[in-house]
């Protein structure tokens, strides 16, 4: 599996971004989808994960209620709608495929491949 992370960008706090994740080569419509992000200094850290059929997402507790999860298997296609934004959410966000359970999508070392990221910077 090919991923492709794009959508990111310069935003001021409080707006809204959707990024996206373009998937080619591979079995991404029968794989976990995650999202992580890595800001400078910091390690990866895990933002959202969702199922094969989108039945069950799993959101990190610093994006709850501010960041959507979805995905377009017929396209290929995963998404990001991160809104609320915060100067503290500036990182590359990247997004990466498992064939792990659901329950392990926090962890970064659970998904075999990874896009390139996108960077989001968000001004105060």
């Known amino acids: 599996v090919q991923l492709q992370a794009s959508g990111g960008g310069l935003v001021q706090a409080g707006g809204s971004l959707r990024l996206s994740c373009t998937a080619s080569?591979?079995?991404?419509?029968?794989?976990?989808m995650g999202w992580f992000r890595q800001a400078p200094g910091n390690e990866r850290e895990f933002v959202a994960a969702m199922t094969s059929r989108g039945h069950v997402t799993r959101y990190g507790d610093s994006v709850k209620g501010r960041f959507t999860i979805s995905r377009d298997n017929a396209k290929n296609m995963g998404y990001l709608q991160v809104t609320s934004l915060k100067p503290e959410d500036t990182a590359v966000y990247y997004c990466?495929?498992?064939?792990?359970?659901?329950?392990?999508?926090?962890?970064?070392?659970?998904?075999?491949?990874w896009g390139q990221g996108t960077l989001v910077t968000v001004s105060s």
């Open positions: 990466a495929s498992s064939n792990r359970p659901i329950q392990l999508s926090h962890s970064a070392g659970v998904y075999d491949y």
């Open positions: 080569g591979g079995t991404f419509r029968t794989r976990v």
